[in-house]
RNA sequence: GGGCGCUUAGCUCAGUUGGUUAGAGCGUCUGGUUUACACCCAGAAGGUCAUAGGUUCGACUCCUAUAGCGCCCACCA
């Protein structure tokens, strides 16, 4: 055994010897993924474990589930082309990509983006590996492989034929450089100033940032109570305007809902064809929509002059004319925006009319209540997707995350599922003239062609817990897996997936994708800035692995971070927990190697006071632990095994061992529990310690290894942990007293120690005193000793003397004594106060009252023993 | 505009339903080749828990307000 825990070495061994990769032996590759293993995964890893990595992804990104989402770049698209943005080819239809697009050939990109998809899944598989985590590999799934495309089809054509998806021409969000919609909740907002004009517009000045898409504008809304325009109301103006003719017919409409007296004129027009509020409006008051600019951000001819011009130069352009026709009334250049943007390529969102496939969210379809138990026979998507978390069926960690969630399912609108992103699942829909067909497979005959637009890439991985378990078919893996109990993710994307996942389930199976989501927070380098490709401030996990193991990357993500929260990550901290790692290895080392030079002694039975001390510390520590993750405190979880490794078992136990009453069967016992409870955190050491402890009893088998073992549970046995807590506590006051009085490490002293209780517990343990004291003469009394010149404490009834002729300063430590009386006469004070209010006593639990006065007892016996010293 | 979170030792963070003389790691200081470990050991210093009120016998913990930082959603005439 190295001295030093190798990581790497140890890794790499590991890797194939653990089973990470779980194979089973005489079957082919193809043959592995099919293999069901009904095994029940250890407790510890029900609820520390679930994720899926979507890879590229039929969206071209990686969600996976780790917390890295600031380093998306390395978790799957790495330098590689955003199948998102790249046009599908091949295409006739004329959304499609202008002709520059064509230059690049079909097969090419394909090609690009297959090897690019390949290789994401190499990385991420690679880093899920490294990172330890403790996967089903044989379930491995991803959203492209046959049996969930299979899947993709069936909900679509369900939802189609219960009415649900439906096609039709609305205003959605456009990318001009994607040549696609995009979903609400993939439009992103950044701040822009840009100029706002005030346009004189017949009787009234409206403001805009965005005169270019005011060509058609026919219609003023004013407030129906707005006294300024109360006249106009109903009638009809000739106006001059930007359009070819040089004017067009207003009429005015008053819309109290939709007109705001307060802002600016109180008077507006509206775009229908471009803004989300106006086509609401025009559809409302029955408005005709009609388009300004194409899908490539270009000027339609309704723009005349401007026609097939860029909208950014017509805003300049028209700015011009507009000054020249004088309808320009002022601009204000100071005008500070949210511009939406396209959260794949920043491209300023182009809202715009196109005819595009929807699901209705809000018609009611009949539903099996039996496990959603909503009392309805029928029920929308956004009724049910909002059931499952009200009813308590979904529990999501923490708790606050819920507000998010019901605020987006209340304003859930339709969602447009069509991309025209050629990466993705084909809409399953053929149409041959004005046929439309929709299967899950293509009809018979010839001539129908595929609706080429593809699905939004949350349709698919909303279907992710049941569409990888087999669904439609009725597997058993589903009857089994299915709700699955955890869902970790990140809160950012608790909307996109989260809430798609439920929507999808409650649909397709009428019961809940999961009981519980613990959502984790973000990633953040050292200053608290999210981490990002373009600040270089992003940590690679396989870098920090090859320095510290992948262990201390672990254990610095687990420990000091709490649900929901955002957590900082940085190279000192992991370095502090491959300390940690090491401190381990080596303990573990030192115990092996006693057990090897005892090889007949492996039985476990406590002994000495200090075998019962640390056997109870253990039962608290397995049942703390335990307590701590059941209810989702994995940080607490890790910091006391972290403690209890290092300051209970290393600095007091295995100290202890050196000495006299050395038991290699407790020793054994400890640390096969250490290395059980930590598994979860540090699985590569733990588990080549495992199999040290194993080749040390010359077993070395690779089928028993320590993530098979069962997580430990208390034990009813009663350890008394206070006696040698005794021992330490006197241990400790000498070394503190020598420390004051400034005695050098490698002097010995000579310790008197008076007790009337504990002389026995003392002589039995006057070897480790001695030895971990520094101790020259002990001296063990029952009967008062009184000392010149001497340091004194005591612990509990034991009096600690340390005789220090000619080195200790009686000034100082008489100083140091009067200020610990003066402390504790403070605290007896407050104490005394405390128990002689009768409101106190009253109203308090008794519990607590009782705690106070043995505190008061506690102190004030300390405070007379303090002053008998000092006499 | 609506909502949420954070503010605790020099730094990074814990603190479970209100009851500890408020904790950890790192850093700092003092000392150390004690036969597993200097990626270590021993000892120590360091906080009026952002501010101001309130509830309570009792507040880091609950309520209200204020300030600073951050996030999400909405809007954009």
Redesign the pocket.
């Known amino acids: 055994m190295e001295?030093?825990?190798?990581s790497k070495k140890v890794r790499r061994r590991d890797l194939q010897k653990m089973g990470r990769i779980r194979s089973i032996p005489g079957r082919s590759e193809s043959e592995q993924k099919t293999v069901h293993d009904f095994n029940a995964p250890a407790k510890r890893y029900r609820n520390l474990a679930f994720g899926a990595c979507d890879y590229a992804g039929d969206s071209g990104r990686a969600h996976s589930s780790s917390p890295y989402e600031g380093i998306r770049g390395t978790l799957g698209a790495r330098n590689g082309p955003c199948g998102h943005c790249h046009p599908k080819q091949g295409r006739k239809s004329d959304r499609r990509r202008g002709p520059e697009s064509t230059t690049i050939g079909a097969r090419r990109i394909f090609g690009t983006c297959k090897e690019f998809v390949a290789e994401s899944q190499d990385t991420i598989r690679n880093q899920v590996r490294k990172m330890g985590s403790s996967c089903d590999w044989s379930r491995e799934r991803y959203t492209f492989d046959d049996d969930l495309s299979k899947a993709v089809n069936e909900v679509f054509v369900r939802m189609y034929n219960d009415g649900l998806i439906y096609r039709g021409h609305r205003i959605v969000n456009w990318c001009t450089r994607c040549n696609s919609t995009l979903s609400?909740?993939e439009?992103?907002?950044v701040e822009r100033q840009d100029p706002?004009y005030y346009i004189k517009y017949g009787p009234v000045t409206?403001?805009?940032?965005?005169p270019e898409t005011k060509f058609a504008d026919k219609v003023i809304?004013?407030?129906p109570d707005d006294e300024r325009y109360k006249e106009l109301i109903g009638k009809e103006f000739d106006v001059p305007w930007i359009n070819s003719e040089g004017s067009i017919k207003a009429k005015v409409v008053a819309?109290a809902d939709?007109?705001?007296?307060?802002?600016?004129?109180?008077?507006?027009t509206i775009t229908p064809a471009h803004?989300?509020?106006?086509f609401e409006l025009a559809k409302k008051h029955g408005f005709e929509i009609k388009p300004i600019i194409d899908t490539n951000g270009k000027m339609l001819p309704i723009a005349g002059e401007f026609a097939g011009m860029d909208v950014k130069d017509c805003r300049k352009k028209l700015a011009e004319k507009m000054q020249q026709m004088g309808i320009m009334e002022r601009i204000d250049e100071n005008?500070v925006?949210?511009?939406?943007v396209c959260y794949r390529c920043n491209t300023p969102i182009e809202p715009l009319v196109s005819e595009q496939w929807f699901v209705d969210v809000n018609k009611r379809f009949k539903i099996n209540d039996s496990k959603l138990k909503t009392g309805k026979s029928e029920a929308s998507l956004k009724e049910l997707t909002e059931h499952a978390v009200q009813s308590g069926s979904i529990e999501i960690i923490?708790d606050?995350?819920k507000?998010?969630y019901f605020?987006?399912t209340e304003?859930l609108r339709d969602w447009c599922i069509s991309r025209q992103i050629w990466w993705g699942h084909r809409i399953p829909v053929w149409y041959k003239n004005e046929e439309i067909y929709v299967g899950t497979e293509a009809p018979e005959g010839d001539g129908w062609i595929q609706d080429e637009d593809t699905l939004d890439t949350w349709f698919s991985s909303g279907l992710w817990t049941f569409s990888t378990l087999g669904w439609p078919e009725k597997t058993q893996e589903l009857d089994y897996f299915h709700p699955t109990s955890v869902l970790e993710t990140g809160?950012?994307i608790l909307?996109f997936w989260v809430l798609r996942m439920v929507m999808m389930s409650t649909y397709s199976l009428n019961d809940i994708p999961f009981e519980k989501v613990y959502l984790h927070?973000l990633i953040?380098d050292?200053?608290?800035r999210?981490m990002s490709k373009s600040l270089g401030n992003g940590i690679d996990p396989i870098d920090m692995i090859e320095q510290?193991g992948a262990d201390a990357l672990r254990m610095s993500m687990l420990?000091?971070?709490?649900p929901?929260?955002?957590?900082?990550l940085?190279e000192?901290?992991i370095?502090?927990?491959?300390?940690?790692?090491?401190?381990l290895?080596?303990?573990?080392?030192?115990v092996i190697?006693i057990l090897e030079n005892n090889p007949n002694e492996g039985v476990m039975e406590a002994k000495s006071d200090a075998d019962h001390w640390i056997l109870g510390k253990l039962n608290d520590v397995i049942q703390k632990t335990d307590?701590?993750l059941e209810?989702f405190?994995i940080?607490?979880a890790g910091?006391l095994l972290?403690?209890f490794m290092?300051?209970d078992?290393?600095?007091?136990y295995?100290?202890l061992s050196?000495g006299d009453k050395q038991n290699p069967g407790v020793l054994k016992h400890v640390l096969t529990n250490i290395i059980v409870l930590l598994h979860p955190f540090t699985p590569f050491v733990t588990e080549q310690i495992w199999s040290e402890m194993n080749s040390a009893e010359g077993a070395n088998d690779h089928s028993h290894l320590l993530i098979r073992e069962p997580y430990p549970t208390p034990t009813n046995d009663h350890h008394n942990t206070e006696s040698t807590q005794i021992i330490i506590d006197v241990?400790?006051k000498i070394?503190?007293l020598?420390?004051?009085n400034?005695i050098?490490?490698?002097k010995k002293v000579d310790v008197a120690l008076q007790s009337e209780k504990h002389t026995d517990l003392l002589e039995r343990n006057a070897e480790d005193i001695r030895?971990?004291a520094?101790v020259e003469n002990l001296t063990i009394e029952t009967k008062k000793i009184s000392m010149e010149n001497a340091a004194s404490d005591w612990v509990s009834d034991v009096e600690i003397f340390v005789p220090l002729d000619g080195l200790v300063d009686p000034e100082k430590e008489k100083a140091r004594v009067e200020k610990e009386v003066q402390?504790?006469q403070?605290?007896i004070a407050?104490?005394k106060a405390?128990l002689g209010?009768?409101?106190?006593?009253?109203?308090?639990?008794e519990t607590?009252v009782a705690?106070?006065k043995a505190?008061l007892a506690?102190?004030e016996a300390?405070l007379e023993k303090l002053k008998s010293h000092t006499d």
């Open positions: 001295s030093s825990y190798d609400d909740d439009v992103e907002y706002f409206i403001g805009t940032a965005r809304i004013v407030h819309d939709a007109a705001n007296m307060e802002m600016g004129s109180g008077a507006m803004s989300f509020v106006d005008y925006h949210n511009l939406s923490p606050r995350f507000k998010g605020n987006w304003n809160y950012d909307t927070g953040r050292k200053e608290g999210k510290f420990i000091g971070n709490t929901g929260n955002d957590m900082r940085y000192e901290k370095k502090g927990y491959r300390n940690f790692t090491n401190k290895w080596n303990a573990s080392r030192f190697g307590d701590a209810n405190r940080s607490e910091e972290y403690d290092w300051n078992f290393c600095d007091w295995l100290e050196k241990i400790r070394r503190h020598r420390s004051e400034k050098e490490p490698a030895r971990l520094r402390n504790l403070q605290y407050g104490l405390k209010n009768a409101q106190f006593v009253a109203n308090a639990p607590v705690g106070e505190k506690d102190a300390k």
